[in-house]
């Protein structure tokens, strides 16, 4: 019996290399691999030995001849196979152990052209598809784990074809995501006609998004996502919604900065209004299934976090909290009132981080990276959806109506738009003092969308008002993530006290809602971008 073996990753290679060894196995090797096992007085033939070809293009090629291939895809039954490896005096080879360079790994460096050409690994994905076709005859390993199974098969005098086809099937799963990896470092196109994607499996959820479903956390092979970067340090497993959750809260607070040291507010916002006032730098995002249910922007944290509480301090219960900045000892005592599943932060401070572990149960995430991913994916049934992610705010800054709006309301406005992105559309914000105190999510129709916002932005005020804070003045701004399709929603917030409007705009019957607009005394501002969000 022979065996290959070539891994870049050595781990429990010994153990597999003295089981062979010890069972007489005849061990064929290449380079570093056939040296490590030399240390451990383990023998193995180098391949040039079976092949009759030195290695040669500094280690490109090694295995790819036909003394290799051939010994890994006759078929043993056959016998005009086995003559021609007689023929040729060729060997079979009955168990191949590969691991592949590490393109995945290096993918998440930023190394330029040249040196991740040389990580691609081409005789290693050659030597495996091989064994994986021919798996009723040869072992295919490419994973330690499968080590020790394998080692039980051999000694029990047969390796069931089950066991064996189950492993020819990692392999062609490995080398298909190593192949995507590869391609996705190469392609320029952003919609190619076949488009590749390298996931790993990084968690089993204990269930979906229902009891009865399964479900298991993959993340992209390359670079690492914001939540891939995470660690968590305290509390219970993810679960499925958790992770949805997770991903939504976190984007919403980080679309406002990543720490004071970053910009506040989109790019394109900086360049359409040059004069715009400075947004407070913290952002504070709760997320209640999947969808805010309170976000605010505050000078300190604890100002941020007690104005998102008080935009719903009901949905909050059992939901995510999402800061942009360091968790300090005097938020982390207020968000121990409060059952939440899960709180998200760049870094805690020591006293904040042993507050918040008082709680057994909550899970707390340490982030240190901003969400920078550019496609978004959502599956149909036999097929996915592919978009750019949403990172346009606006357009441009179109005042539409006579009444310009007021510079203290300009960064409610941006503030509104830039929060209501993350809304379940239909989706109407009203902005207060850089505060959602009142939201509409996923409603139906547009107006519906903005009396419910309406009605909870007066309640949330008069509720605040009653508490001794605020003056109970109406909140003066509305914004929405797409156009108007009648004028019925000026008119509501007319009624309700709103002063400034922002919208995309691109109703066919745009001039009733400005000219509403005109007759109630409201300022209007056209962005030209929409944000529905399904």
Not at 178 to 198: G, K, V
Not at 326 to 351: G, H, S
Not at 419 to 443: F, P, T
Request: with cysteine; aromatic share 8%; net charge negative.
């Amino acid at each position: 019996m022979k065996a290959l073996i070539s891994v870049y990753n050595k781990d429990g290679i010994i153990e597999l290399a003295s089981f062979l060894h010890e069972a007489g196995w005849e061990i064929l090797s290449t380079g570093g691999t056939a040296r490590h096992l030399k240390e451990y007085d383990l023998p193995a033939a180098d391949v040039s030995q079976a092949t009759g070809f030195p290695e040669c293009l500094d280690g490109r090629v090694k295995t790819l001849h036909p003394a290799i291939h051939a010994g890994l895809l006759a078929k043993r039954d056959d016998p005009a196979h086995t003559e021609t490896l007689e023929e040729h005096a060729i060997s079979p080879i009955d168990l191949v152990c590969v691991n592949l360079y590490p393109f995945f790994e290096k993918a998440q460096e930023d190394l330029g052209f040249d040196e991740m050409i040389e990580f691609i690994d081409i005789g290693g994905p050659a030597m495996l598809r091989s064994a994986a076709k021919n798996c009723k005859d040869v072992l295919a390993l490419t994973d330690p784990a499968d080590y020790a199974e394998a080692i039980a098969g051999l000694k029990a005098g047969v390796v069931p074809f089950e066991t064996r086809k189950k492993l020819a099937a990692k392999v062609f799963a490995l080398t298909s995501a190593y192949d995507a990896a590869i391609s996705r470092f190469l392609l320029e196109e952003e919609y190619p006609a076949y488009y590749p994607i390298s996931i790993k499996k990084a968690q089993e959820m204990r269930y979906g998004e229902n009891g009865h479903q399964s479900a298991s956390l993959y993340f992209h092979t390359g670079k690492k996502g914001a939540i891939a970067s995470m660690t968590q340090l305290h509390g219970k497993e993810l679960s499925y919604n958790n992770v949805r959750d997770l991903d939504v809260a976190w984007k919403a607070a980080c679309s406002f900065g990543l720490g004071r040291e970053k910009p506040f507010y989109r790019d394109d916002a900086a360049r359409l209004l040059p004069d715009i006032p400075s947004l407070p730098p913290v952002c504070c995002v709760a997320v209640k299934h999947n969808t805010p249910c309170g976000i605010s922007l505050g000078d300190t944290l604890v100002e941020a976090y007690e104005k998102t509480y008080a935009c719903d301090p009901v949905s909050i219960f059992g939901g995510i909290v999402a800061c942009n900045t360091t968790i300090d000892a005097e938020t982390a005592r207020k968000l121990n009132d409060l059952f939440l599943e899960i709180i998200v932060a760049p870094e805690f401070d020591e006293e904040a981080l042993a507050i918040l572990k008082q709680k057994k149960n909550v899970r707390i995430m340490k982030a240190p990276s901003a969400p920078r991913q550019k496609q978004e994916f959502v599956s149909v049934d036999g097929g996915i959806l592919i978009q750019s992610a949403d990172q346009c705010l606006m357009e441009r800054w179109d005042v539409v109506t006579k009444l310009k709006p007021e510079a203290r309301d300009i960064r409610d406005m941006i503030f509104g738009m830039q929060a209501v992105a993350y809304v379940k559309s239909n989706a109407i914000l009203i902005a207060k003092d850089c505060a959602a105190v009142g939201m509409s999510a996923g409603e139906t129709n547009r107006i519906w969308a903005v009396e419910m916002a309406l009605s909870r932005g007066a309640h949330v005020i008069e509720t605040a008002c009653k508490m001794g804070q605020g003056n109970g003045e109406p909140a003066r701004t509305l914004a929405s993530d797409a156009f108007f399709p009648f004028p019925d929603v000026v008119e509501a917030a007319a009624a309700a006290g709103v002063k400034t409007i922002i919208q995309p705009g691109g109703s066919v019957k745009d001039n009733l809602s400005v000219e509403a607009a005109d007759a109630l005394g409201i300022a209007m501002v056209f962005t030209g971008t929409r944000h529905f969000k399904h």
